[in-house]
T-cell receptor
Framework: DSGVTQTPKHLITATGQRVTLRCSPR?????VYWYQQSLDQGLQFLIQ???????AKGNILERFSAQQFPDLHSELNLSSLELGDSALYFC??????????????FGPGTRLLVL | LAKTTQPISMDSYEGQEVNITCSHN???????ITWYQQFPSQGPRFIIQ???TKVTNEVASLFIPADRKSSTLSLPRVSLSDTAVYYC????????????FGTGTRLQVTL
């Protein structure tokens, strides 16, 4: 158990809909990272938040957005969903996120299926 | 972020030592090398990290030559439970780093 929690575990929705994925980092970690993993694909970095502020942005679509709240939990919002958005979405956390070599602790993931 | 190249897959028998090599020719001075392990439908898990020479922990060793253009993850006496995907990441300081795991190396361990 990494100490990172994600909800829900599974999510099935229809195209065009909007969903919110939630992540709670390890106690004491200030940074949260979001990743997308499609079938047979590697992990694609989406976005990083540090202590409530956006820190780094990767291959995140404009239909996707995220935020980190004062209690440090984070939400990833996916809107106008398409079939291709079906994937595993992972959240990770690290102590500060100021340097790449910090160990990231990953949550169990949310499996999203868009029908 | 330095581009990395790993073999797509490897097979091994249980009890053997497995070495997975990662190439990172354009590694920067401040870059560290980190390896993660991922089981199906689970999040990646940190294995080991190094900057140069050799690093060893309770599960693996990481060998980094002097030029740091490659690194080798060594798993001693693998078991069936080591069947997983192994990712090599190279990166350093900087808030604008794009963290890409790539497709990794799929290790299959059999009896």
């Amino acid at each position: 158990d990494s100490g990172v929690t994600q909800t829900p575990k599974h999510l099935i929705t229809a195209t065009g809909q909007r969903v919110t994925l939630r992540c709670s980092p390890r106690s004491g970690d200030l940074s949260v990272y979001w990743y997308q993993q499609s079938l047979d694909q590697g992990l694609q970095f989406l976005i990083q938040y540090y202590n409530g502020e956006e820190r780094a942005k990767g291959n995140i679509l404009e239909r996707f957005s995220a935020q980190q709240f004062p209690d440090l939990h984070s939400e990833l919002n996916l809107s106008s969903l398409e079939l291709g958005d079906s994937a595993l979405y992972f959240c990770a956390s690290s102590i500060s996120g100021g340097t790449f070599q910090e160990t990231q602790y990953f949550g169990p993931g949310t499996r999203l299926l868009v029908l | 972020l330095a581009k990395t190249t790993q073999p797509i897959s490897m097979d091994s028998y249980e009890g053997q030592e497995v070495n997975i090599t990662c190439s990172h020719n354009n590694i920067a001075t401040n870059d560290y090398i980190t390896w993660y392990q991922q089981f199906p439908s689970q999040g990646p898990r940190f294995i080991i990290q190094g900057y140069k020479t050799k690093v060893t922990n309770e599960v693996a060793s990481l060998f980094i030559p002097a030029d740091r253009k490659s690194s080798t993850l060594s798993l001693p006496r693998v078991s069936l439970s080591d069947t997983a995907v192994y990712y090599c990441l190279v990166g350093g300081t900087g808030t604008a780093s794009k963290l890409t795991f790539g497709t990794g190396t799929r290790l299959q361990v059999t009896l």
